[in-house]
T-cell receptor
Protein backbone atom coordinates (compact mmCIF):
# COMPACT_ATOMS: atom_id res chain seq x y z
CA UNK A 1 0.00 0.00 0.00
CA UNK A 2 1.17 3.51 -0.79
CA UNK A 3 2.50 5.72 1.97
CA UNK A 4 0.97 9.15 2.42
CA UNK A 5 2.20 12.50 3.61
CA UNK A 6 -0.22 15.10 4.93
CA UNK A 7 0.49 18.35 6.78
CA UNK A 8 -0.19 17.82 10.48
CA UNK A 9 -2.42 20.85 10.82
CA UNK A 10 -4.11 23.65 8.88
CA UNK A 11 -6.34 26.60 9.67
CA UNK A 12 -9.09 27.95 7.46
CA UNK A 13 -11.41 30.92 7.85
CA UNK A 14 -15.10 30.13 8.00
CA UNK A 15 -16.75 30.51 4.62
CA UNK A 16 -13.51 30.14 2.70
CA UNK A 17 -12.39 27.09 0.77
CA UNK A 18 -10.26 24.59 2.64
CA UNK A 19 -7.69 22.84 0.46
CA UNK A 20 -6.15 19.78 2.09
CA UNK A 21 -3.19 18.22 0.26
CA UNK A 22 -2.01 14.65 0.32
CA UNK A 23 1.15 13.24 -1.20
CA UNK A 24 0.96 9.58 -2.24
CA UNK A 25 3.90 9.33 -4.62
CA UNK A 26 4.15 5.53 -4.37
CA UNK A 27 0.53 4.90 -5.28
CA UNK A 28 -0.02 2.03 -7.68
CA UNK A 29 -2.26 2.05 -10.70
CA UNK A 30 -5.14 0.22 -9.10
CA UNK A 31 -5.20 2.10 -5.81
CA UNK A 32 -8.10 4.40 -5.18
CA UNK A 33 -7.66 7.48 -2.99
CA UNK A 34 -10.21 7.67 -0.18
CA UNK A 35 -10.77 10.60 2.15
CA UNK A 36 -12.32 10.30 5.59
CA UNK A 37 -12.65 12.78 8.41
CA UNK A 38 -12.98 12.30 12.14
CA UNK A 39 -14.73 14.88 14.24
CA UNK A 40 -13.76 14.91 17.89
CA UNK A 41 -15.13 11.91 19.84
CA UNK A 42 -16.75 10.39 16.77
CA UNK A 43 -15.83 7.59 14.40
CA UNK A 44 -14.36 8.43 10.99
CA UNK A 45 -16.80 9.51 8.30
CA UNK A 46 -16.46 8.85 4.58
CA UNK A 47 -16.12 11.96 2.41
CA UNK A 48 -15.18 11.00 -1.13
CA UNK A 49 -12.97 8.73 -3.21
CA UNK A 50 -11.47 8.63 -6.70
CA UNK A 51 -9.11 6.77 -8.99
CA UNK A 52 -7.98 9.05 -11.83
CA UNK A 53 -10.64 11.61 -12.52
CA UNK A 54 -11.63 14.51 -10.34
CA UNK A 55 -14.71 13.83 -8.26
CA UNK A 56 -17.33 15.99 -6.61
CA UNK A 57 -20.16 15.24 -4.25
CA UNK A 58 -22.30 17.21 -1.84
CA UNK A 59 -19.53 17.33 0.75
CA UNK A 60 -16.35 18.02 -1.17
CA UNK A 61 -14.31 17.88 -4.36
CA UNK A 62 -11.30 15.68 -4.96
CA UNK A 63 -8.60 16.76 -7.36
CA UNK A 64 -6.09 14.07 -8.36
CA UNK A 65 -2.98 15.06 -10.30
CA UNK A 66 -2.44 13.49 -13.68
CA UNK A 67 0.49 11.41 -12.42
CA UNK A 68 -1.66 10.42 -9.43
CA UNK A 69 1.16 11.18 -7.00
CA UNK A 70 -0.87 13.67 -5.05
CA UNK A 71 -4.41 14.81 -4.45
CA UNK A 72 -6.26 17.69 -2.85
CA UNK A 73 -9.50 17.58 -0.96
CA UNK A 74 -11.47 20.80 -1.30
CA UNK A 75 -14.21 21.87 1.09
CA UNK A 76 -15.67 24.78 -0.90
CA UNK A 77 -17.19 26.77 1.96
CA UNK A 78 -15.79 25.60 5.27
CA UNK A 79 -17.96 25.86 8.36
CA UNK A 80 -17.11 25.43 12.03
CA UNK A 81 -18.57 21.92 11.82
CA UNK A 82 -15.84 20.97 9.35
CA UNK A 83 -13.24 21.18 12.12
CA UNK A 84 -11.87 17.62 12.20
CA UNK A 85 -8.92 15.40 11.39
CA UNK A 86 -8.85 14.55 7.67
CA UNK A 87 -7.30 11.30 6.46
CA UNK A 88 -6.13 10.48 2.95
CA UNK A 89 -6.09 6.72 2.37
CA UNK A 90 -4.83 4.97 -0.77
CA UNK A 91 -6.59 1.66 -1.02
CA UNK A 92 -5.98 -1.39 -3.11
CA UNK A 93 -7.51 -4.73 -2.52
CA UNK A 94 -10.83 -4.55 -0.79
CA UNK A 95 -10.74 -3.53 2.84
CA UNK A 96 -7.59 -2.76 4.79
CA UNK A 97 -7.50 0.97 5.53
CA UNK A 98 -4.22 2.52 6.68
CA UNK A 99 -5.12 5.84 8.22
CA UNK A 100 -1.86 7.58 9.13
CA UNK A 101 -2.04 10.65 11.37
CA UNK A 102 -4.01 12.91 9.00
CA UNK A 103 -4.38 16.69 8.91
CA UNK A 104 -6.04 18.48 11.79
CA UNK A 105 -8.18 21.19 10.17
CA UNK A 106 -9.35 24.02 12.37
CA UNK A 107 -12.02 26.31 10.91
CA UNK A 108 -11.86 29.73 12.49
CA UNK A 109 -14.85 32.00 13.03
CA UNK B 1 -31.75 4.15 9.29
CA UNK B 2 -29.65 3.27 12.30
CA UNK B 3 -25.92 3.46 11.99
CA UNK B 4 -23.26 1.34 13.64
CA UNK B 5 -23.64 1.26 17.39
CA UNK B 6 -21.12 0.26 20.02
CA UNK B 7 -21.42 -0.45 23.71
CA UNK B 8 -20.35 0.49 26.21
CA UNK B 9 -19.18 3.94 25.11
CA UNK B 10 -16.76 4.10 28.01
CA UNK B 11 -15.14 1.30 29.96
CA UNK B 12 -12.74 1.50 32.86
CA UNK B 13 -10.96 -1.70 33.79
CA UNK B 14 -8.38 -2.60 36.36
CA UNK B 15 -5.22 -4.13 35.00
CA UNK B 16 -5.70 -7.85 34.64
CA UNK B 17 -9.46 -7.75 34.13
CA UNK B 18 -11.18 -9.13 31.05
CA UNK B 19 -13.38 -6.83 28.96
CA UNK B 20 -15.90 -7.37 26.18
CA UNK B 21 -16.80 -4.67 23.68
CA UNK B 22 -19.89 -4.99 21.52
CA UNK B 23 -20.57 -3.81 17.99
CA UNK B 24 -23.94 -3.74 16.22
CA UNK B 25 -23.29 -3.16 12.50
CA UNK B 26 -25.73 -1.75 10.00
CA UNK B 27 -28.30 -4.40 9.16
CA UNK B 28 -27.37 -6.37 6.05
CA UNK B 29 -23.73 -5.33 6.01
CA UNK B 30 -21.54 -8.27 5.14
CA UNK B 31 -18.21 -6.88 6.25
CA UNK B 32 -17.23 -5.87 9.77
CA UNK B 33 -13.97 -4.37 10.97
CA UNK B 34 -12.36 -3.54 14.30
CA UNK B 35 -9.79 -0.78 14.72
CA UNK B 36 -7.75 0.47 17.66
CA UNK B 37 -7.06 4.18 18.00
CA UNK B 38 -4.45 5.39 20.45
CA UNK B 39 -4.54 9.00 21.62
CA UNK B 40 -3.40 11.37 18.88
CA UNK B 41 -3.04 8.62 16.29
CA UNK B 42 -5.12 7.40 13.39
CA UNK B 43 -7.12 4.19 13.70
CA UNK B 44 -5.19 0.98 13.22
CA UNK B 45 -6.73 -2.15 11.71
CA UNK B 46 -7.24 -5.08 14.05
CA UNK B 47 -9.44 -7.65 12.34
CA UNK B 48 -11.98 -8.25 9.57
CA UNK B 49 -15.06 -10.44 9.24
CA UNK B 50 -17.03 -11.39 6.19
CA UNK B 51 -20.33 -12.58 7.62
CA UNK B 52 -19.32 -14.93 10.45
CA UNK B 53 -15.92 -15.79 9.02
CA UNK B 54 -12.90 -14.01 10.45
CA UNK B 55 -10.81 -13.60 7.31
CA UNK B 56 -8.04 -11.41 8.67
CA UNK B 57 -6.81 -11.05 12.23
CA UNK B 58 -3.36 -9.83 11.36
CA UNK B 59 -3.72 -6.61 13.33
CA UNK B 60 -4.58 -8.13 16.70
CA UNK B 61 -1.66 -7.11 18.92
CA UNK B 62 -1.49 -10.24 21.06
CA UNK B 63 -3.27 -13.48 21.84
CA UNK B 64 -5.09 -11.64 24.62
CA UNK B 65 -7.28 -10.09 21.91
CA UNK B 66 -10.09 -12.18 20.49
CA UNK B 67 -13.00 -11.24 18.23
CA UNK B 68 -16.07 -13.13 17.15
CA UNK B 69 -19.17 -12.66 15.03
CA UNK B 70 -20.98 -15.96 15.46
CA UNK B 71 -24.19 -15.22 13.52
CA UNK B 72 -22.76 -12.80 11.02
CA UNK B 73 -24.24 -9.68 12.60
CA UNK B 74 -23.26 -8.54 16.11
CA UNK B 75 -19.57 -8.76 16.94
CA UNK B 76 -17.69 -8.81 20.22
CA UNK B 77 -14.08 -7.85 20.79
CA UNK B 78 -12.71 -9.44 23.93
CA UNK B 79 -9.51 -8.46 25.67
CA UNK B 80 -8.21 -10.77 28.34
CA UNK B 81 -5.95 -9.74 31.22
CA UNK B 82 -6.00 -6.08 30.18
CA UNK B 83 -2.79 -4.07 30.32
CA UNK B 84 -2.30 -0.30 30.47
CA UNK B 85 -1.10 -0.27 26.87
CA UNK B 86 -4.55 -1.54 25.83
CA UNK B 87 -6.02 1.85 26.74
CA UNK B 88 -7.42 3.25 23.51
CA UNK B 89 -10.60 3.88 21.57
CA UNK B 90 -11.87 0.74 19.86
CA UNK B 91 -13.78 1.46 16.68
CA UNK B 92 -16.08 -0.86 14.81
CA UNK B 93 -17.02 -0.35 11.16
CA UNK B 94 -19.21 -2.18 8.69
CA UNK B 95 -19.58 -2.11 4.95
CA UNK B 96 -22.12 -3.50 2.54
CA UNK B 97 -19.91 -5.87 0.63
CA UNK B 98 -16.63 -6.56 -1.01
CA UNK B 99 -16.47 -4.64 -4.24
CA UNK B 100 -13.87 -1.92 -4.28
CA UNK B 101 -16.19 0.70 -5.67
CA UNK B 102 -18.57 0.08 -2.80
CA UNK B 103 -15.96 0.01 -0.13
CA UNK B 104 -17.24 2.81 2.11
CA UNK B 105 -16.92 1.81 5.72
CA UNK B 106 -19.43 3.14 8.23
CA UNK B 107 -17.95 3.67 11.66
CA UNK B 108 -19.48 3.52 15.08
CA UNK B 109 -18.69 6.10 17.77
CA UNK B 110 -16.16 3.82 19.45
CA UNK B 111 -15.61 2.48 22.94
CA UNK B 112 -13.04 4.33 25.02
CA UNK B 113 -11.20 1.78 27.18
CA UNK B 114 -9.11 2.99 30.09
CA UNK B 115 -7.03 0.44 31.94
CA UNK B 116 -5.87 1.56 35.39
Amino acid sequence: DAKTTQPPSMDCAEGRAANLPCNHSTISGNEYVYWYRQIHSQGPQYIIHGLKNNETNEMASLIITEDRKSSTLILPHATLRDTAVYYCIPLSGTYKYIFGTGTRLKVLA
Amino acid sequence: GAGVSQSPRYKVAKRGQDVALRCDPISGHVSLFWYQQALGQGPEFLTYFQNEAQLDKSGLPSDRFFAERPEGSVSTLKIQRTQQEDSAVYLCASSLGFQQTYNEQFFGPGTRLTVL
